[in-house]
């Protein structure tokens, strides 16, 4: 099982414009069957987050198609460093769909052309809500210019050896997203993905995906498609299934927190989290990807108040025995309750977690994979405005902040109080660092570009009493000395005009008075600093 890093090779996109133009390659229905395999359950394209690690682990869970992690076109076109970095890829690997964001038709072509020997086919990042796509102008926001993004499908479609799909969310207008489906699928999209939210629902206002704009799509399109949204366990993949008429299931947040989805297992964190850094092992990735994969696994668990110490542990591992140091304290502490050796009692609630009641019938122990549940669009609507108005009421209790023995103490001190409990090891008052104090026997930490080895504070009285410059600390007093000098000495030479020597040129006398009277303010300004 050996990995493969995408090659380096350039090619140019005139010398390759008709590589397909007979349209060689499988499209539609047969690209789906006959390529991908059918297709039901698809692993989606996430930042960071997809890599080739989990991507196999993934794909041990029964995923039948996955997606490359989103890779900037302009990056991977131009950055033969980044292109190396980016897509790494083994022959167990298939199917596997890389996706592109950009903003421009040939700068896409020339990305797609190097990633096509190694995938089944392109994808088009169309749903992105993130600010960074709105910076960069891509992904969701280029739904609005249809032209645009006509010109980017066809391009690819007529150029490519392999099909062109794309991944997109909806408008609020049910017609509107309707003929954006057509629209694409006429320009040359072979598989369509469309997630059931709006631009405008993320993060705290993500809320819940609307199946009945994909039905509807599906209704209106003919070529294979996938709908995302809503997707926390097997059952949903089944019922979305039914509703839609769709012809597979993509799920990126779902799996993040539970990779053994599509099996229908609940599998135990401890395990998975193992088994993921077994295949990290093998397919190396940035220590940041696995971090980011165990938070999501343990994410549960580590909303838990007892293990504020786990978390900290994690947060600062930075090689893969300390992850799996983690991992078996994990293991250590909730395998007997697992296992019917203990009985288990509820653990408390980190007080900086916000926790709402739902009303749906799911009560798993921390310890197994499950998924996140985003509090509704309207209870966080109302915690931000019911924050605001406590904010401007001046007739509101002060809240009061007490330490373990009861005593009353500052909301500042109840801070550094939480931090402490969250951080236990961490040593109280010191640095990390090991600073040297200044030479001349104060407690300040030295410069440790100051020429002199003082602090700045004895840095700059010894330049000012002494005459010198220090550019480690940025104290220029001989050089502003010089400088004042320097100019007091103009004004004295052109200052003394006699009858004769007075400038034909009464504009011109105006401008130099003006320069003497703007030096002699400067120099004023200079003296008193």
């Known amino acids: 099982m050996s990995q493969t890093n995408l090659t380096t090779a350039t090619v140019g996109t005139k010398t390759t414009s008709n590589v397909t133009a007979r349209h060689s390659k499988l499209e539609g229905y047969e690209f789906y069957h ?16 997809s890599e080739l690690a989990w991507r196999m682990l993934c794909r041990k869970y029964k ?53 096509q020997d190694y995938c089944e086919a392109i994808d088009i990042n169309l749903g992105c809500p993130q600010a960074i796509a709105k910076r960069g102008h891509y992904g969701a926001f280029l739904q609005d210019d249809w032209h645009l993004l006509n010109e980017i499908v066809k391009t690819l479609h007529s150029n490519l050896k392999v099909p062109v799909t794309c991944k997109i969310r909806i408008f609020e207008d049910r017609d509107k997203t309707i003929r954006y489906a057509q629209m694409l699928e006429k320009a040359g999209c072979q598989l369509l993905t469309v997630h059931g939210r709006t631009r405008e629902q993320k993060g705290p206002l993500t809320g819940v995906a609307d199946w009945s704009y994909i039905r509807e799509i599906r209704e209106n399109i003919k070529i294979p498609m996938f709908a995302n949204g809503n997707i926390m366990d097997l059952k949903d993949v089944q019922r979305c299934l039914d509703e839609t008429g769709v012809d597979g299931i993509m799920t990126a947040e779902g799996n993040l927190h539970n990779p053994a989805l599509f099996t229908g297992q609940t599998a135990k964190t401890w395990f998975v989290a193992a088994e993921y850094l077994d295949y990290a092992q093998r397919y190396p990735c940035p220590i940041s990807y696995i971090r980011g994969h165990l938070f999501k696994i343990f994410h549960h668990i580590f909303n838990l108040r007892p293990n504020a110490n786990l978390r900290e542990e994690l947060a600062v591992a930075n090689g893969l025995e300390k992850f799996r140091r983690v991992v078996q304290k994990v293991q250590q502490k909730y395998e007997p309750y697992h296992e019917g050796l203990k009985p288990y009692g509820k653990e408390e609630i980190d007080p900086s977690v916000l926790i709402e009641e739902h009303e749906y019938n799911m009560c798993l122990p921390p310890w197994l994979c499950q998924p996140y549940v985003r509090l509704p669009p309207e209870i966080h609507k109302q915690v931000v405005s019911e924050k605001a108005r406590l904010a401007e009421d001046p007739s509101r209790d002060k809240r009061q902040y007490y330490d373990n023995e009861g005593k009353e103490i500052s909301r500042k001190r109840m801070k550094k109080l939480r931090r402490r409990f969250r951080r236990p090891d961490k040593p109280e008052g010191k640095h990390d660092r090991h600073l040297e104090n200044c030479h001349h026997c104060c407690c300040n930490p030295l410069g440790f570009k100051c020429v ?49 020597q ?28």
């Open 34 to 49: 006959k390529i991908l395999g059918s297709p039901k359950y698809v692993v989606a394209p996430m930042v960071d987050q």
């Open 63 to 115: 995923a039948d198609l996955c997606y490359s992690p989103m890779f900037h076109s302009n990056l991977f076109a131009k950055d033969p460093k980044y292109r190396k970095d980016a897509l790494q890829t083994c022959s167990e690997d298939k199917p596997l769909i890389i996706q592109f964001c950009g903003n421009d038709a040939e700068t896409i072509l020339e990305a797609a052309f190097l990633a």
């Open 452 to 500: 002199f080895r003082l602090c700045r504070i004895c840095c700059r009285d010894r330049c000012y009493s002494e005459n010198f410059d220090c550019l480690g600390h940025g104290i220029l007093i001989k050089s502003r000395r010089a400088k004042a000098k320097l100019y007091e000495e103009i004004p004295r030479k052109d200052s003394a005009f006699t009858e004769d």
């Open 502 to 529: 007075k400038p034909e040129d009464g504009l011109e006398h105006c401008k130099r008075a003006n320069q003497e009277e703007e030096l002699r303010d400067a120099l004023e300004l200079i003296r008193q600093s």
